[in-house]
C-alpha cells in the first residue's frame, strides 16, 4: 500500500507528492518543483537513504528544480520518459529561461521509461503511461487507483498545450487514452485540487467532450 502527502513548492504552487511504501517506509518524490520548509522538514524525518526514487511527470521547471539536488543527497534514481530526458539539461524547453529561473542546473535522468514500463517502490507497481499534450514526453504515473497527472488533467481542465512540444491533437489522444481506463481512480494533478476520474468524465469539458 502505498501512502500519499501533498507539498505545495515553488511560485508556481506545483503539486509535489511523497509516496510512501508502508511496509519499508522506503519512499519516492514525484514533481520537485521547489522545497517548502514542511517538505524539507518531512524528508530529513523519513530519511534521504528511504527515498529511493524522483519522478518526473514532465520536464517543466516548476515540476524539477530540486530533482538534482534530492538526487544527490540520497542517491535516489530520477526517473522520467524516455524522450522527456533533454528537457533537463535545455533551458528553452524547460522554460528556465523564459522564467528567470537561472539556478536550475542541467543534469539527466538515471532510468528512462517508454511506454507501459513500471518501476517497484516496495511491492508497488508504478507504470508510466505516456500522455504527450502539455509536452511532447508528458506522462502520467499509475499505481493501483492512483494517478499522477502531471499538467496533463487538473480538475476540471488540462494543462497548456501552447507552449514548446504541446499539441492540442496530442492532449485529446491522451485524454481519450486515460478516460478509457477501467473503474475510478483518484487523480493526484501537478497543480491544484485531487480529483477523480469519474468526477473529470463528468465535468471536465475536455474530456466529456471527445
Ligand atoms: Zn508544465
Avoid at 521547471?61 to 535516489?76: C, G, R, W
Wanted: glycine share 6%.
Amino acid at each position: 500500500m502505498l501512502k500519499i502527502e501533498r507539498y505545495s513548492v515553488s511560485p508556481l504552487k506545483t503539486n509535489c507528492y511523497l509516496i510512501i511504501d508502508d511496509k519499508t517506509q522506503k519512499f519516492a518524490i514525484i514533481d520537485p518543483g521547489g522545497w517548502s520548509e514542511k517538505l524539507d522538514r518531512r524528508v530529513y524525518e523519513m530519511g534521504y537513504e528511504k527515498l529511493v526514487y524522483i519522478i518526473l511527470t514532465h520536464g517543466h521547471f516548476d515540476h524539477i528544480k530540486l530533482a538534482k539536488e534530492l538526487q544527490e543527497k540520497s542517491k535516489a534514481k530520477i526517473v522520467i520518459f524516455k524522450n522527456e530526458n533533454e528537457f533537463l539539461s535545455n533551458s528553452n524547453l524547460n522554460l528556465s529561461s523564459q522564467f528567470l529561473c537561472k539556478d536550475l542546473k542541467p543534469f539527466s535522468a538515471d532510468v528512462l521509461l517508454s511506454d507501459g514500463e513500471s518501476i517497484y517502490l516496495g511491492d508497488s507497481k508504478i507504470e508510466l503511461m505516456h500522455t504527450p499534450g502539455h509536452t511532447l514526453g508528458s506522462s502520467c504515473f499509475i499505481s493501483e487507483n492512483l494517478i499522477f497527472s502531471g499538467d496533463t488533467i487538473m480538475k476540471e481542465t488540462v494543462g497548456r498545450t501552447d507552449l514548446v512540444t504541446g499539441s492540442y491533437l496530442d492532449m485529446k489522444n491522451s485524454l481519450k487514452k486515460i478516460a478509457s481506463l477501467k473503474g475510478d481512480y483518484i487523480i493526484y494533478p501537478g497543480h491544484g485540487e485531487i480529483t477523480t476520474l469519474n468526477h473529470e468524465k463528468v465535468y471536465n469539458k475536455y474530456i466529456n467532450n471527445i
